[in-house]
C-alpha cells in the first residue's frame, strides 16, 4: 500500500545518513537562472528537477516577492538546498541562495518573522539550521544533533517557537527566540512518548497550539492526537495553558496539523489506509479549547484524499486556506486522475467550506519523500493564495500555481469603486472565449457562476473574499455546447445576473 508506509521508519532511515561536511550558504547577487521559467499549461514551473525533500515558500511583502526553498542535489553542483525568488507573483524564479555541501535534506520549513525577516529551516542529517536569507546569519541548532523532526512558527513579537523531536528518547522540547534564532534559551520539556510534533501561531493573538502523536509505537499512527495550547507571556516565551485528546487513539492517521485564527481554530487530519483515506476536521470556537463532532472534507468515491495542508488568511473577515491531494489510486496520467483541490474556511462559518476547486494542471506526484504540497499566503495587491507541489509526468519538476492565476482572475487597477457593479461579457456573442468585468467596493466573500438556460449551475468562476477592486475574469466555454447562458455575481445583499449568448 503505497500511502501507508511507517512514516517513523522513513524519518530514522533518512536521518542516520551522516555528514563530513557542515554546510554554508551562498547568496546570489544579482539571482542566477536555472532555466525554469517556460509557462507550462496553467502551472508554472519553480525547478526542473525532482526535490530530494518536502520544499516550502513564504511571501516577503518587501519587494512583493515569494521564495521558495527547494532540497534538491540536481539543481546546482555541490548544492543540498536552492532558494528560489519570484518578483512577479510566480510567473517566474531565480535562483537567490543556496547551501552547499551536496547532502540529503528531507524537511525545510520557511517563516516570515516580521521586520522583513524570512527565515529558512531545514534538516541537514539530525542538524537542524535556521538561515535568515535576507541578512544571510547562518546557525546551526546546538542544543541537540539528534532531531528527528521538528516545526517553528512565529508571533506578533516576532518571535520564533521551534518544537523538535528526538531520535534517541522521543522527547518533545520548545524553544523561543527573540533573535532571529542565534539563541535559543532553555527548553520548555513537553513530552517523553510524542512524536512529529507540529505547532502554529494564532494570526490574531497570542494562542499557540501543539498537536503530536501522544505516543509512539509501532504502528504510531493509530496513536491519539494530543492538543496543547500555550500563551505568549513574553517576547520568546509561552506558557502552558493545558491540553486535550481530541483524536482517540485508534483509526490510522497519517498526517495532521492545527490552525488558529480569530479565536477559532482547526484540526484537520487523515484517517484510514490505502483506498479508504479521507480528510477530517474539527473545529474550535474558543481558540483550541474544545473541539465539536468531526467532519469530512475529502471523501470522494473512489479516490484517496490526504498530503493536506493549511494555514490563515488575513483578507476580508480572515479564515483557512486549505489544499490537499485527491488521488485516483491508480497510475496518474493526467489533472483529471490525480488532483490538487484548494478550498477554504471563512471566519464567519467556520464549520463550513466552500466548494473545492482544482489548482494543478500537473498531477501531483506521491513519493515516499512526502512531497507534501504547502501554501504560500500571498498578500500583494490583490490578495491571493499560491500553492507549491511536485508533479508529473516525469521528469518531475516542482511547480507553481495560484488561485488568481487558476480562476484568471486580474485587479485591473487600484483605484477602489465606489459601488457593485457587474458589465456585460465582451465579446457577446463568443467562441469560445469571452472576458467580464466586475467590481468589489469593500472586502467580501464573491461568488461569480455560470448557469445555462434552465438554471442549472455549469462552472463557478470565482468563490473566495476578495478586497476592493476592478476585476476580470476570462471564461472559456469550450466544454459547453451553443446556446444561451446566464452569469451572476454575489456579494453580501448585492446580487446581479447578466446573459451570454455561446455560438459555435
Known sequence: MKKIFLLLFIILALSSVTFSQSPSVEIYNPPISINNTDWSNGDFIISPTEPFGRPSGVFRPNGNNIYVAVPDTNIQTNRCLVVFRSSNNGANWLAFAS????????????????????????????????????????????????????????????????VI????????????????????????????VGAFPRICMSGTGDTCLMDYYATITADTGSSAIRNFRWRESAPGTLTSLGFTDPIAAG???????????GGKA?????TGTTGNIN??????????????????????????????????Y?????????????????TPTTNVTDRLYYTFF??????????????????????????????????????????????????????????????????????????????????NPFNPVTKIDYSIPKNSLVTLKIYDLI???????????????????????????????????TSGNFTQTRKMILVK
Open 99 to 162: 547551501v552547499n555541501p551536496a547532502a540529503i535534506v528531507t524537511k525545510t520549513k520557511m517563516v516570515n518573522a516580521g521586520n522583513d525577516s524570512i527565515y529558512c529551516f531545514f534538516l541537514f542529517g539530525t542538524y537542524l539550521y535556521s538561515w535568515n536569507i535576507i541578512s544571510n546569519n547562518f546557525h546551526q541548532f546546538t542544543a541537540y544533533t539528534n532531531i528527528r523532526d521538528f516545526d517553528v512558527t512565529t508571533s506578533s513579537t516576532h518571535s520564533l517557537y521551534l
Open 165 to 192: 523531536d528526538l531520535n534517541s528518547n522521543n522527547d518533545i522540547r520548545l524553544y523561543g527566540s527573540t533573535d532571529g534564532g542565534t539563541t535559543w534559551p532553555s527548553a520548555t520539556y513537553v513530552s517523553s
Open 251 to 261: 483509526t490510522y492517521k497519517d498526517q495532521f496539523q492545527p490552525v488558529i485564527y
Open 266 to 270: 482547526w484540526l484537520f487530519y487523515t
Open 279 to 312: 480528510l477530517n476536521c474539527l473545529q474550535s470556537n474558543d481558540n483550541g479549547t474544545s473541539f465539536g463532532s468531526p467532519f469530512t472534507v475529502g471523501a470522494l468515491p473512489s479516490r484517496d484524499e490526504y498530503w493536506f495542508d493549511a494555514k490563515y
Open 314 to 330: 488575513t483578507l476580508g473577515t480572515g479564515g483557512i486556506d486549505l489544499i490537499y491531494y485527491s488521488d485516483s489510486l491508480g
Open 346 to 427: 471563512n471566519l464567519t462559518t467556520p464549520a463550513s467550506y466552500n466548494t473545492p476547486v482544482q489548482i494543478s494542471e500537473h498531477w501531483p506526484f506521491w513519493s515516499s519523500r512526502l512531497y507534501i504540497p504547502s501554501i504560500i499566503e500571498n498578500y500583494n495587491t490583490a490578495g491571493d493564495m499560491g500553492a507549491i507541489w511536485v508533479g508529473g509526468p516525469s521528469p518531475f519538476k516542482l511547480y507553481f500555481d495560484s488561485y488568481n492565476i487558476t480562476t484568471r482572475t486580474t485587479n485591473n487597477n487600484t483605484e477602489v469603486p465606489i459601488k457593485y457593479n457587474l458589465s456585460q461579457n465582451y465579446p
Open 455 to 489: 438554471g442549472k449551475e455549469v462552472e463557478t468562476l470565482v468563490n473566495k473574499e476578495m478586497s476592493p477592486g476592478n476585476y476580470s475574469i476570462d471564461f472559456n466555454a469550450s466544454k459547453l455546447s451553443s446556446g444561451v447562458y446566464f452569469y451572476k455575481l
